[in-house]
């Protein structure tokens, strides 16, 4: 059974700096880009970071570049997010993806919440 458990999520002040974790479990994830997606109340989920498995190569919402960084440790099978200079609008819960680079059949995790006070 394919598991995503996200943690690190908490409140901290505007400017400050958090890392959420992403465990994978159930599977092999060497063919998958693993995603962070946020959704904020009232608004629609949206992309912010992602990480090809095999290779490490990244993307990064506009919103974000310079101040997220995503990485990911292969002997953990556990991917992070590097979170700094938060901003209020950074405010959101913030879910982890595994998404397969053939096919259909994507992997959620259960969200975490980031909260960023001004």
């Known amino acids: 059974q394919v598991q995503l458990v996200e943690s690190g999520g908490g409140l901290v002040q505007a400017g400050g700096s958090l890392r959420l974790s992403c465990a994978a479990s159930g599977r092999t994830f060497r063919s998958y880009v693993m995603g962070w997606f946020r959704q904020a109340p009232g608004k629609e989920r949206e992309f912010v970071a992602a990480?090809?498995?095999?290779?490490?190569?990244?993307n990064y919402a506009d919103s974000v570049k310079g101040r997220f960084f995503m990485s990911r440790d292969n002997a953990k099978n556990t991917v992070y997010l590097q979170m700094n200079s938060l901003k209020p609008e950074d405010t959101a819960v913030y879910y982890c993806n595994a998404r397969p680079l053939l096919g259909t059949g994507d992997y959620w995790g259960q969200g975490t919440q980031v909260t960023v006070s001004s």
């Open positions: 990480i090809y498995w095999s290779g490490g190569s990244t």
